[in-house]
């Protein structure tokens, strides 16, 4: 990884039922702040929210979302790939993506290269029980994580309600990911969004770029931005409000991890990933990998879901 300057822009979709034309508008509207962005901090990653092209909650079923939106490299993406290309920048984009029949939608982050060229899509893998295409939602989860080696280091991709699990982010960096990315359209409160970027960051000692959406959908709900940066010892260094807006910050691998706390006299002297037990993990990795639900939770699993 090399130092450099990463950015997180928030924006709001456009209200009222989805069509073809609000797409449009959310496309122009994301192309508009991004350009701004780049002129004004010469960001060389920017990360765009959850769902940026529509919205996160639709208000359509699964096939008339499928009808609107693109197979990636498609007409959704592609205003986005000359972006990149235009602004010789790296962009990760929040998108529903169509899968490979009717009905079949993704909820994808495609990370794009400063030619413009699709470097890889990830694909939700723990859609939130509402979007859950099973649970009488719209999307079908992803199977496989990833990792991304660009110019300027390896960048992994989680999305929303993935930064949740601790399993997802650390199997990320454990595949090398130095910076992870979570485009979100996060509807929950600001302390739980802080909470596990933070975490997730701090878990595996990567940078993380928080971007996530502000304004109302086009079901009428509202989202509260904070997009943020967070180092790999957990210190916020960009945090926004919740207006349409962008946040910057340097990035350093040679500071990053140098200190016991920021600013301190004191050495950083552990490193979460190297000093696992693994031997603890192989023991019990039949617990890890058991059907388990909180003794706690109140409601039950819907009908024909396997717990």
Not at 127 to 145: I, L, S
Not at 244 to 256: F, G, H, M, Q, Y
């Amino acid at each position: 990884m090399r130092a450099f300057t990463a950015a997180a822009v928030q924006l709001a979709p456009s209200p009222g039922p989805l069509t073809a034309q609000s797409i449009a508008a959310n496309t122009a509207r994301a192309v508009h702040l991004s350009r701004r962005c780049h002129a004004e901090t010469g960001a060389d990653l920017i990360v765009l929210p959850e769902s940026v092209t529509t919205g996160f909650t639709p208000g359509v079923d699964s096939e008339s979302l499928w009808d609107l939106v693109s197979e990636i490299g498609g007409e959704i993406t592609a205003p986005y790939q000359r972006l990149a290309a235009e602004l010789g920048a790296h962009l990760v984009l929040g998108t529903y993506e169509r899968g490979p029949q009717r009905g079949i939608v993704y909820n994808a982050a495609v990370v794009l290269g400063p030619t413009g060229a699709v470097l890889g899509v990830y694909r939700k893998t723990h859609p939130f029980a509402t979007e859950r295409a099973d649970r009488g939602g719209w999307v079908t989860p992803g199977e496989d994580t990833l990792v991304v080696d660009t110019e300027l280091g390896s960048i992994g991709v989680i999305i929303c309600f993935d930064g949740d699990y601790p399993e997802l982010s650390r199997i990320t960096a454990i595949q090398g990911a130095e910076i992870i990315v979570r485009p979100s359209a996060l509807l929950r409160s600001a302390d739980l969004w802080e909470l596990t970027n933070r975490a997730r960051a701090y878990d595996n000692h990567v940078f993380l770029i928080g971007s996530n959406a502000t304004g109302v959908d086009p079901a009428g709900v509202i989202y509260f931005g904070n997009s943020m940066i967070v180092t790999p010892t957990a210190e916020v260094i960009a945090r926004a409000a919740s207006h349409e807006c962008w946040v910057s910050a340097r990035l350093d691998p040679e500071t990053a991890m140098t200190t016991l706390t920021p600013g301190s006299s004191v050495a950083q002297s552990f490193d979460h990933l190297a000093d696992r037990n693994l031997a603890l993990i192989r023991k019990h990795a039949d617990v890890l990998l058991a059907d388990a639900r909180s003794p706690l939770a109140k409601h039950p699993v819907p009908a024909g879901v396997a717990e």
